[in-house]
């Protein structure tokens, strides 16, 4: 059977590198949305929790019932307001035009669109939000906001640090001296600018050990991908393997079949251009729904143990490589 392969010290490792960068544990908002990146929201959220970290996010209420268990908070970022919002939860306010569709009482983050145009109230929108939601009755507890390029050396970054930090004026003047949680730091901002005098960090693939901008940060990748054999044969010179002969043998060659395939979320290979395993062995003609084709390499083999490798193979990002895995694929800590 097919499994995801995880690395725990590695794992702890990020962690623990990110804490240092945020200032503390109770600084970071460790993002779990879409499974955790791939990784399996359950298993690493257990494991984040178990060392001590007490926030998380999350794209949908599924989710944050899923990771209830292990988290004291928990934010929902990308939620749609029907009136059954749990106390349990915290929601992000992405639209000044919604607010009146939460529940009263409802615990949220106001978002705050610095310069991504995706969700948030504009900066100038943050007064009227502030006051529109406590008219409202909601509890406000915080603010955020996106960046759009914080991975690229361009003025991208700063003028959206400026912005917020006219909202996050507007948010307090608003809410007085409440405790209030602000929050807008990414996993690449983090690696580049570490603590803030009075922010949290919300960090997603950092944690699994992809570095967006900071190598030195010393990141470990936690996951690897291994696919166990199905069956074996000689392919003799001449013949073809696959949906549309896509490959034939220059030789008489020894072949296997492994069990993962574009029906598990991998990236669908055509048989064009050289794809290996992280084991070193090349696939061979087109993927299957549950399988793939290459040279045998005994029982298992590791698909990948850096994503960013698949993703460059097919002009992605290893975000898209790794939230693609399917739920069904086994993950275990090694």
């Known amino acids: 059977m097919s499994e995801l392969v995880l690395n725990r010290a590695a794992y702890i490792n990020n962690l623990t590198k990110i804490c240092a960068k945020a200032g503390g544990k109770d600084r970071v908002i460790l993002v779990l949305k879409d499974n955790a990146y791939g990784h399996g929201a359950t298993i690493v959220g257990r494991e984040a929790a178990n060392y001590g970290i007490k926030f998380c996010a999350v794209k949908n209420e599924t989710e944050a019932r899923e990771l209830e268990p292990f988290f004291e908070h928990i934010l929902v970022l990308s939620h749609i307001p029907d009136g059954g919002e749990s106390e349990r939860f915290i929601y992000a306010v992405n639209s000044l035009s919604l607010i009146a569709k939460f529940k009263k009482g409802a615990r949220v983050h106001i978002a705050v669109d610095?310069?991504?145009?995706?969700?948030?109230?504009?900066?100038?929108?943050?007064?009227?939000?502030?006051?529109?939601?406590?008219?409202?009755?909601?509890?406000?507890?915080?603010?955020?906001?996106?960046?759009?390029s914080a991975e690229e050396l361009s003025s991208d970054y700063f003028v959206?640090?400026?912005?917020?930090?006219?909202?996050?004026?507007?948010?307090?003047?608003?809410?007085?001296?409440?405790?209030?949680?602000?929050?807008?730091?990414?996993?690449a901002a983090t690696e580049r600018f570490g603590e803030l005098a009075d922010e949290c960090v919300r960090v997603g693939i950092a944690a699994y050990g992809y570095a967006q901008f900071d190598e030195s940060l010393e990141l470990k990748r936690v996951a690897s991908l291994w696919a166990h054999k199905v069956s074996d044969r000689v392919l003799k010179k001449g013949q073809c393997a696959?949906?549309?002969?896509?490959?034939?043998?220059?030789?008489?060659?020894?072949?296997?079949?492994?069990?993962?395939?574009?029906?598990?979320?991998?990236?669908?290979?055509?048989?064009?251009?050289?794809?290996?395993?992280?084991?070193?062995?090349?696939?061979?003609?087109?993927?299957?729904?549950?399988?793939?084709?290459?040279?045998?390499?005994?029982?298992?083999?590791?698909?990948?143990?850096?994503?960013?490798?698949?993703?460059?193979?097919?002009?992605?990002?290893s975000y898209d490589v790794l939230t693609k895995l399917s739920p069904s694929i086994n993950r275990r800590w090694d």
């Open 114 to 148: 610095t310069l991504m145009h995706r969700n948030g109230v504009a900066v100038g929108e943050a007064k009227a939000a502030c006051e529109a939601a406590l008219v409202h009755g909601l509890q406000i507890c915080g603010a955020f906001t996106h960046f759009r």
């Open 160 to 187: 959206q640090r400026r912005n917020f930090d006219t909202a996050k004026a507007v948010v307090r003047e608003i809410c007085g001296e409440r405790d209030l949680v602000f929050h807008s730091h990414n996993s």
């Open 242 to 317: 696959g949906y549309g002969a896509k490959f034939c043998a220059s030789e008489d060659m020894r072949v296997a079949i492994y069990d993962l395939g574009y029906g598990d979320g991998l990236l669908r290979y055509v048989g064009e251009g050289e794809l290996r395993t992280a084991s070193g062995q090349r696939l061979l003609g087109k993927m299957s729904m549950d399988s793939f084709c290459c040279e045998d390499a005994g029982e298992k083999i590791c698909v990948f143990d850096d994503a960013r490798v698949w993703a460059k193979f097919f002009g992605t990002i």
